[in-house]
T-cell receptor, first 115, second 110 residues
Framework: NAGVTQTPKFRILKIGQSMTLQCAQDMNHNYMYWYRQDPGMGLKLIYYSVGAGITDKGEVPNGYNVSRSTTEDFPLRLELAAPSQTSVYFC??????????????FGQGTRLTVV | ELKVEQNPLFLSMQEGKNYTIYCNYSTTSDRLYWYRQDPGKSLESLFVLLSNGAVKQEGRLMASLDTKARLSTLHITAAVHDLSATYFCAVVTGANNLFFGTGTRLTVIP
């Protein structure tokens, strides 16, 4: 099983450039998330989606946009990249089990540097 | 604002010793998760705790949840080098989102 696939794995952007981080899952999960992890820190939620066509802001949404046109894909768009967006980005997906459990599966991460 | 605090942030322990990592959170939640992260890698799920009093064990790790105290612990028994990693707790909110603690970086030394 592929699970959660993120591309690219690494990227260097210049200040002011834009890019889209891709995330795809093949587990038919309704919930998808984007987190960022700064060096030595925990993960902070950027955006999340509870199903196709539905997205909402997390803790740190400024400077980012998302869309969820299909269940499988949840791309994250950076407009006008800034050095503060240098981070490792993780995409995750989850489903709600019968017992209320919510195990999230994470992609391998995208390491982004803005110079 | 939801806060999830772990302590200690850094832990250096000798092989064979026992230690406990604490995770305190500020909101009502009956679901908590523990993850492991190796340097430069993604997160690996360790434990899913779904109710007050839940206790789960896997090898040298044991996790527990006290929802009344809003506290979870991750206990390490007879540490070995392979346990060196960063450990995160994460609290689930009503929107099915995971809010992560700052992590505990564990180093096990011979």
């Amino acid at each position: 099983n592929a699970g959660v696939t993120q591309t690219p794995k690494f990227r260097i952007l210049k200040i002011g450039q834009s890019m889209t981080l891709q995330c795809a899952q093949d587990m038919n999960h309704n919930y998808m998330y984007w987190y960022r992890q700064d060096p030595g820190m925990g993960l902070k939620l950027i955006y999340y989606s509870v199903g196709a066509g539905i997205t909402d802001k997390g803790e740190v949404p400024n400077g980012y946009n998302v869309s969820r046109s299909t269940t499988e894909d949840f791309p994250l768009r950076l407009e006008l990249a800034a050095p503060s967006q240098t981070s490792v980005y993780f995409c995750a997906s989850s489903t709600r089990g019968a017992e209320g459990d919510t195990e999230a599966f994470f992609g391998q991460g995208t390491r982004l540097t803005v110079v | 604002e939801l806060k999830v605090e772990q302590n200690p942030l850094f832990l250096s322990m000798q092989e064979g010793k026992n230690y406990t990592i604490y995770c305190n959170y500020s909101t009502t939640s009956d679901r908590l998760y523990w993850y492991r992260q190796d340097p430069g890698k993604s997160l690996e799920s360790l434990f899913v705790l779904l109710s007050n009093g839940a206790v789960k064990q896997e090898g040298r790790l044991m996790a527990s949840l006290d929802t009344k105290a809003r506290l979870s612990t991750l206990h390490i028994t007879a540490a070995v080098h392979d346990l060196s990693a960063t450990y995160f707790c994460a609290v689930v909110t009503g929107a099915n989102n995971l809010f992560f603690g700052t992590g505990t970086r564990l180093t096990v030394i011979p």
